[in-house]
């Protein structure tokens, strides 16, 4: 006989927690309870704000790593707006796959420093690092080993040190497949 029951008995736990297909690495910004930091929320309006927009930021970070890119934006737009730290610091790396889509010139090279700045002034970690290469990109910073977002983070540090219209060759992650793991590849900035 069959257990159908959902969720199983011994919840996810008892059937590894997830699925094989469901393999993303740890986000430290995915935080259903709304803890950003400053504690979880008393107020139960604050709470199903952030609620919200946590799930705005997983559906634009879906969006963002199978590479629907407006749609990623739209989701990730709407997180930010909340505050959501992971939110703003996403709307970056969106920022380093849109490249000069954004803005032409030199526009999308301003328009990721306020992102990643905004994203450190609401506490997230990657961004707070990077700090010092929002004035000057030949800083030199720590190595980071331990990456609160290790699927954007270096890709963000990398445009950030040479620059959206960079020929550098970036490092940026295929869209995920939905039964595969990620494999990096890359591109050029043109």
């Known amino acids: 006989m069959i257990d159908d029951t959902y969720p199983p008995a011994g919840g996810l736990d008892a059937v590894g927690g997830q699925f094989p297909w469901q393999e993303p690495p740890r986000d430290s910004w995915d935080r259903a309870d709304g803890d950003w930091g400053d504690g979880v929320p008393r107020s139960r309006a604050v709470w199903e704000e952030r609620a919200h927009a946590n799930s705005c930021y997983r559906l634009g970070s879906r969006a963002l790593g199978a590479g629907h890119l407006p749609a ?3 989701w990730l737009g709407t997180a930010k707006k909340a505050g959501h730290p992971g939110g703003w610091f ?17 526009g999308p090279d301003a328009y990721l420093r306020y992102l990643v700045e905004h994203a450190a002034q609401r506490g997230h ?3 707070l690092r990077m700090r010092p290469l929002l004035m000057d990109p030949g800083a030199v910073l720590d190595p980071i080993a331990d990456w609160e977002d290790p699927l954007y983070g270096p890709e963000v540090l990398f445009v950030l040190r040479h620059g ?8 940026v992650p295929e869209p995920t ?7 990096w590849w890359t591109r050029r900035h043109a």
């Open 125 to 127: 970690g990657d961004a």
């Open 177 to 183: 497949t939905p039964y595969g793991r990620r494999r």
């Open 164 to 171: 959206l219209t960079s020929k550098a060759v970036v490092p």
């Open 90 to 106: 996403r709307a970056g790396a969106l920022v380093c796959r849109l490249g000069d889509r954004v803005f032409g010139g030199h």
């Open 72 to 74: 990623a934006g739209g």
